[in-house]
């Protein structure tokens, strides 16, 4: 008779190594076996795997036994993804970043934006983490419900974000805009500006002529 697959996890799904750009610095997020990266919807996202493999068999009648599948129930399995019975193989419903464990499997919703934010294109808002190229403009509104990442510098009128702030061109914003973030900030200087942070603020230059508060 066949065995039926014992003890099933969740996996990274491998992937091949890419090789980061030369004129890259940013380090590159779908390396190999990564569990933190990023896919869009109907991409494969994970796989289903099992501490003891499943076996087929023939019963006594002379006919093939298929191992039957057990039991998802104890694994956390969020509605951001869908699991293929086929190919035993997570996929994504929805654009952003995987978040995985052996036991749990979920789908931040992430943006990336590349250019400018300014008054041709408006404020922005998303629900999960977002990433920035360029720079976000006087008077302009962005707000991230995950980590905002800026590789210019900030300058808008109001600027949110539930996790991290990492500012790659400083913050510049004024005494009368809104730059606050729920986790850290990073920035590589802040001139003239009101900063608050829910976490910890590292600068790498200076500080001038601003309100700065951490409150961690």
């Given at each position: 008779?066949?065995?039926?697959?014992?003890?099933?996890?969740?996996?990274?799904?491998?992937?091949?190594?890419?090789?980061?750009?030369?004129?890259s610095s940013e380090?590159?997020?779908?390396?190999?076996?990564?569990?933190?990266?990023?896919?869009?919807?109907?991409?494969?996202?994970a796989e289903l795997?099992?501490?003891?493999?499943?076996?087929?068999?023939?019963?006594?009648?002379?006919?093939?036994?298929?191992?039957?599948?057990?039991?998802?129930?104890?694994?956390?399995?969020d509605s951001s993804?869908?699991?293929?019975?086929?190919?035993?193989?997570?996929?994504?419903?929805?654009?952003?970043?995987?978040?995985?464990?052996?036991?749990?499997?979920?789908?931040?919703?992430?943006?990336?934006?590349?250019?400018?934010?300014?008054?041709?294109?408006?404020?922005?808002?998303?629900?999960?983490?977002?990433?920035?190229?360029?720079?976000?403009?006087?008077?302009?509104?962005?707000?991230?419900?995950?980590?905002?990442?800026?590789?210019?510098?900030?300058?808008?009128?109001?600027?949110?974000?539930?996790?991290?702030?990492?500012?790659?061109?400083?913050?510049?914003?004024?005494?009368?805009?809104?730059?606050?973030?729920?986790?850290?900030?990073?920035?590589?200087?802040?001139?003239?500006?009101?900063?608050?942070?829910?976490?910890?603020?590292?600068?790498?230059?200076?500080?001038?002529?601003?309100?700065?508060?951490?409150?961690?």
């Amino acid at each position: 008779a066949g065995r039926g697959a014992e003890e099933p996890f969740i996996a990274p799904i491998k992937r091949e190594a890419k090789e980061p750009p030369a004129d890259s610095s940013e380090q590159q997020s779908e390396n190999a076996n990564s569990t933190d990266h990023i896919v869009r919807t109907g991409e494969p996202c994970a796989e289903l795997k099992f501490g003891k493999a499943a076996v087929s068999g023939i019963n006594i009648f002379g006919t093939k036994v298929v191992p039957t599948l057990p039991s998802l129930s104890g694994l956390g399995i969020d509605s951001s993804v869908r699991f293929n019975a086929e190919d035993l193989r997570f996929y994504a419903m929805t654009s952003g970043k995987v978040e995985l464990s052996d036991r749990t499997i979920a789908i931040t919703p992430s943006e990336v934006f590349n250019g400018d934010i300014d008054s041709t294109v408006g404020n922005l808002k998303c629900v999960g983490d977002l990433r920035i190229s360029g720079s976000i403009m006087p008077g302009i509104r962005v707000e991230a419900g995950g980590n905002l990442y800026v590789g210019g510098t900030v300058h808008g009128q109001f600027v949110k974000c539930a996790g991290n702030l990492h500012a790659e061109g400083g913050i510049v914003a004024g005494q009368t805009a809104t730059i606050e973030a729920g986790g850290d900030i990073f920035a590589t200087y802040i001139q003239d500006s009101v900063v608050t942070s829910g976490g910890s603020i590292t600068v790498v230059n200076a500080i001038i002529g601003s309100r700065v508060t951490a409150r961690t």
